[in-house]
């Protein structure tokens, strides 16, 4: 078993909806809690970054952690044709590296 | 941006070559990682550096050994490339301030034939 599991997708969407990606992960140790999103050919770029449990709102985008059930989520409010790409769901705990999940490919259709 | 390049950016070389790869920042941060990403696998670790001439391995450091002689520079050497070492490469850096965030490079897309 994988520490981060998280659904490869695709997942295709009309331009406005709401998207919700998931990723679960078993090491109890984990602290922090990050998405990145990457676009093709790209480096991912740290999109949500969210300590312990709780939620974090950015603009469009909240990052949603559940540290009982090991669940973590990403949502995307009024999803844009620029919002399709690759989201990668990672995990950490003070170790100084991070566990990533597979990613999830998004397409968001105009 | 993170101020993080790599290079080369694409790279072809034959089997049994070496090779390698190169990745600059201008953050003077503590740590430092390279990582494969591959169809599948997502990114996965393959050493890092917590200082100058500080190493360690990550989960696939099989045929890859690294070095870094100053804060700014950390280099990734296959010693005689496979096929199988065919990927994207991520250089992606740390600050070590307890947050865990990474922050990664344009990558270097390498093709062993």
């Known amino acids: 078993q994988k520490e981060v599991e998280q659904d490869p997708g695709p997942l295709s969407v009309p331009e406005g909806a709401i998207v919700s990606l998931n990723c679960t992960y078993s090491n109890s140790a984990f602290q922090y809690f990050m998405w990145y999103r990457q676009y093709s050919r790209k480096g991912p770029e740290l999109l949500m970054y969210?300590?312990?449990?709780g939620n974090k709102e950015d603009g469009r985008f909240t990052a949603q952690v559940d540290k009982s059930s090991k669940y973590i989520s990403l949502f995307i409010r009024d999803s844009q044709p620029s919002d399709s790409a690759t989201y990668l769901c990672?995990?950490?705990?003070?170790?100084?590296?991070?566990?990533f999940g597979t990613g999830t490919l998004l397409a968001v259709q105009p | 941006d993170a101020g993080i390049t790599q290079s080369p950016r694409h790279k072809v070389t034959e089997t049994g070559t070496p090779v390698t790869l190169r990745c600059h920042q201008t953050e003077n941060h503590r740590y430092m990682y390279w990582y494969r990403q591959d169809p599948g696998h997502g990114l996965r670790l393959i050493h890092y550096?917590?200082?100058?001439?500080?190493?360690d391995k990550g989960e696939v450091s099989d045929g890859y050994s690294v070095s870094r002689s100053k804060t700014e520079d950390f280099l990734l050497t296959l010693e005689s490339a496979t096929s199988s070492q065919t990927s994207v490469y991520f250089c992606a850096i740390n600050s070590g301030t307890g947050t865990d965030t990474q922050y990664f490079g344009p990558g270097t897309r390498l093709t062993v034939l």
């Open positions: 990672a995990g950490g705990g003070a170790t100084n590296k991070l566990i």
């Open positions: 550096s917590y200082g100058v001439k500080d190493t």
């Open positions: 969210t300590y312990s449990s």
